[in-house]
């Protein structure tokens, strides 16, 4: 399966795509509200989320599929967990910030075996929602050496999209009895 591991990310990632015209990206994209600035934290990604809705192929990711996974980017990698905290995928990354909207190069590190080690690029950004939620959106290619020109998928593109919501860290607290 040709970027398995990208894909298992996607399918791990992100379900159904959130409408255009009710999200906006921080890269000025006609995704939505407004976007999200907060000057006290680093331009980064790194954090806990839950996957809002996830298509491939410009088909949407069954909810079921995808409702229980967390996913965890650090500063250079990116890790989907289950519900039991089993890593179903994993890849390094690096992430150019000037581009608009920011370019992402990943390479597959776990997941399905025939994945590992294969590579995708494409587009990350955050923005908030109409209700001011805070979003990340990242859509990839599973091949070829070209990044998406937009935050969509079509039949046959070999695209993925995911929309990502932050969450606090699930694992704080896992070990005080008193929660």
Same mark, same amino acid.
Do not use: W
């Given at each position: =399966?040709? &970027?398995?591991?990208?894909?298992?990310?996607?399918?791990?990632?992100?379900?159904?795509?959130?409408?255009?015209?009710?999200? /906006?990206?921080?890269? %000025?994209?006609?995704?939505?509200?407004?976007?999200?600035?907060?000057?006290?934290?680093?331009?980064?990604?790194?954090?806990?989320?839950?996957?809002?809705?996830?298509?491939?192929?410009?088909? $949407?990711?069954?909810?079921?599929?995808?409702? @229980?996974?967390?996913? /965890?980017?650090?500063?250079? &990698?990116?890790?989907?967990?289950?519900?039991?905290?089993?890593?179903?995928?994993?890849?390094?990354?690096?992430?150019?910030?000037?581009? /608009?909207?920011? !370019?992402?190069? =990943?390479?597959?590190?776990? %997941?399905?075996?025939?994945?590992?080690?294969?590579?995708? /690029? %494409?587009? =990350?950004?955050?923005?908030?929602?109409?209700?001011?939620?805070?979003?990340? &959106?990242?859509?990839?290619?599973?091949?070829?050496?070209?990044? $998406?020109?937009?935050? !969509?998928?079509?039949?046959?593109?070999?695209?993925?999209?995911?929309?990502?919501?932050?969450?606090?860290?699930?694992?704080? %607290?896992?070990?005080?009895? @008193? !929660?």
């Amino acid at each position: =399966m040709r &970027m398995i591991s990208i894909s298992s990310l996607a399918v791990a990632l992100l379900v159904a795509l959130c409408p255009a015209s009710s999200t /906006r990206a921080d890269d %000025g994209q006609a995704l939505g509200d407004k976007p999200v600035q907060d000057p006290s934290s680093p331009k980064t990604y790194a954090g806990f989320y839950k996957i809002v809705s996830a298509e491939r192929d410009g088909d $949407p990711i069954p909810q079921e599929r995808i409702a @229980s996974h967390v996913v /965890r980017i650090t500063q250079d &990698m990116i890790v989907v967990l289950d519900a039991e905290e089993n890593e179903l995928y994993s890849c390094t990354y690096t992430l150019d910030l000037d581009a /608009r909207p920011h !370019r992402i190069d =990943m390479k597959s590190t776990g %997941g399905p075996s025939d994945a590992v080690g294969q590579t995708s /690029r %494409g587009i =990350m950004t955050r923005g908030t929602n109409e209700n001011d939620e805070p979003f990340v &959106m990242l859509c990839y290619n599973l091949i070829g050496d070209e990044y $998406p020109e937009e935050f !969509r998928t079509r039949a046959q593109s070999e695209t993925n999209l995911f929309v990502l919501h932050p969450i606090p860290d699930p694992t704080e %607290g896992k070990d005080d009895p @008193s !929660r």
